[in-house]
């Protein structure tokens, strides 16, 4: 799924990851390099590395945070924000494909399935946060 992903962004010389973080950032679920971290389950150095390249390419701001300098807050511009919007019925497409064989009642099991598995994943993510094995 993430090559047919892939496919939709290279010609936008964006990938995959790259437009999650910034979706991640225009749907306020992350203010800073550490929250994307922990969104994108991806390490400090590659977060790094890929916001430099969003920042070159003008879909992103950094900026210290004025109640505690130690903090580096993430703004997507204006630039970004259009990328983002444009991409996602691109992506949207892609994927409506490759669901074109299901009927409706596969379609709910996967949509049932795939809620399921996202609950889960957002319980162990929340614990991990916590501390909580």
């Known amino acids: 799924m993430q090559d047919v992903a892939e496919s939709v962004f290279a010609p936008h010389d964006m990938s995959f990851v790259q437009w999650i973080a910034m979706l991640k950032l225009s749907e306020g679920q992350a203010q800073t390099a550490s929250d994307l971290c922990r969104a994108m389950c991806h390490d400090n150095g590659a977060v790094t590395r890929m916001l430099d390249t969003l920042e070159e390419r003008g879909f992103v701001s950094r900026q210290r ?7 580096v807050e993430l703004t997507l511009t204006a630039t ?4 983002v919007e444009a991409l996602k019925p691109k992506l949207i497409d892609e994927l409506n494909l490759l ?5 409706a009642a596969e379609f709910s099991e ?24």
């Open 99 to 103: 669901l074109t064989d299901f009927s």
């Open 65 to 71: 945070s004025q109640q505690d300098r130690r903090v």
């Open 110 to 133: 996967l949509t049932r399935l795939l809620d399921k598995l996202y609950q889960a994943l957002d319980a162990r993510h929340s614990a991990a946060r916590q501390g909580v094995n």
């Open 80 to 83: 970004g924000a259009a990328q």
